[in-house]
């Protein structure tokens, strides 16, 4: 390998993100809950926030602004602006969560950050992920944060060509194969899948793709192998921080 | 001038925009005038949208989620859930807006996008930026766009650093003395003022600085002359594209 960029996703890779849409999510269906059942509330947010991907795009933002159009249907406009004014509070607090690193990522980044520019590559709204990433601390270890709209084959032969590289040496580590490893791998760079539960990794491992250019890991701390940097101290364990 | 990078702000400098939160603004009042006169509506919204910056940042789903919050301070929550659907639409009516792109835009990057690397540096949503880049037709004069979630020194500092250019092969242009001009002049880069609407230069002129770093004019043509870049042929006037 001749890697010259190795890029971080973000969120459920280098720091807990998906519990706290679950959590806002139950709180939405508490709140909803004398017009349907859970599931139906839920079905109906994803639907809304599926139509209004296109026009809003991933990040806390777009998703209050769907959770309270779906709130609207749901209830067919049968629940005063109290409710409207919650779903609101749930939003700001969701953008002032606790950033929670995950096992290992330190001790990664501090092994690589001498050998390769490390970006962080995210979905999300900037201002969100830049303050996540200064709360975390781990910010001095990135040459800086790429957001991308998406993260198609498209968003990553632009990154790529923002990042003036050859795909080859490029290489993508995060939680999603959808968004983090198969486009990477489709254009030609390097990708290493980090399953944010080990369990659903072990529940899905028979899905994975074989190919030269991907690893499937448990650990991220695995990454230091792939990359042939060696161990050097014993792991960190992730810390919250706030 | 030892140029390599010429950054342009988006709204209105590459196209307008403005002028759609004024109109959305009035309709926002118009939603609301049962309740206060026009300019205690008006003065309520921006108190909201301030407060809400660092959180929010700037773009339109942070304006749209301030406005609902706003119409609930003013209204002492006497509003039906009609109302905050109709604020939602005025949120997917903008984001949907059609773009119309300023006089000689076009004929000035195409002038100068042999000679430099041309970005857009902008606020605002990626996405939305995005979507405006590629229905303005203009996307294919610029290198990249890059999205900063404020437009101080310091973010300045991390584009140019990002760049990997120094300061003074750096020119930003754009319609606002405090974002686009300001704060590259302070960190040594280069920087021309074009006011969105000739009228307001003018009454502000006396307020412009001096500065070698730094230009002010009326047209967006003359940063040809400012670059040293003849004109060819003859500029073209912009044209509404959706």
Chains 1, 2 share one sequence.
């Not at 049968?78 to 509070?89: A, G, H, K, W």
């Not at 040459?143 to 923002?162: P, Q």
């Not at 991907?214 to 992730?238: H, M, R």
């Amino acid at each position: 390998m001749n890697l010259k960029v190795i890029a971080f996703d973000a969120d459920d890779t280098l720091w807990v993100n998906e519990p706290y849409f679950q959590a806002t999510e139950e709180r939405f269906c508490s709140l909803l809950e004398n017009f349907s059942p859970q599931h139906t509330i839920s079905k109906e947010l994803f639907k809304v926030e599926v139509d209004n991907l296109p026009l809003y795009g991933y990040g806390i933002k777009g998703y209050i602004l769907s959770m309270i159009e779906a709130a609207l249907n749901i209830s067919e406009k049968n629940i005063s602006v109290d409710v409207v004014e919650t779903i609101l509070q749930y939003g700001k607090d969701m953008l002032n969560q606790p950033i929670e690193i995950l096992n290992d990522v330190e001790h990664v980044l501090s092994s690589l950050k001498d050998r390769y520019r490390l970006v962080v590559a995210t979905k999300g709204d900037l201002l969100d992920q830049e303050r996540k990433l200064k709360k975390s601390g781990l910010a001095h270890y990135f040459h800086h944060i790429e957001i991308m709209s998406d993260k198609k084959e498209d968003d990553y032969i632009k990154l790529i060509k923002h990042l003036d590289i050859s795909p080859d040496e490029f290489m993508m580590i995060g939680n999603s194969l959808k968004s983090d490893v198969m486009p990477v791998i489709n254009i030609g760079g390097h990708a290493v899948h980090v399953p944010f539960h080990t369990t659903w990794a072990h529940e899905h491992v028979e899905t994975v793709l074989t190919h030269d250019n991907f690893k499937q890991v448990d650990k991220i701390s695995e990454v230091l192998e792939i990359v042939g940097v060696a161990e050097s101290g014993s792991p960190q364990s992730g810390s919250p921080k706030v």
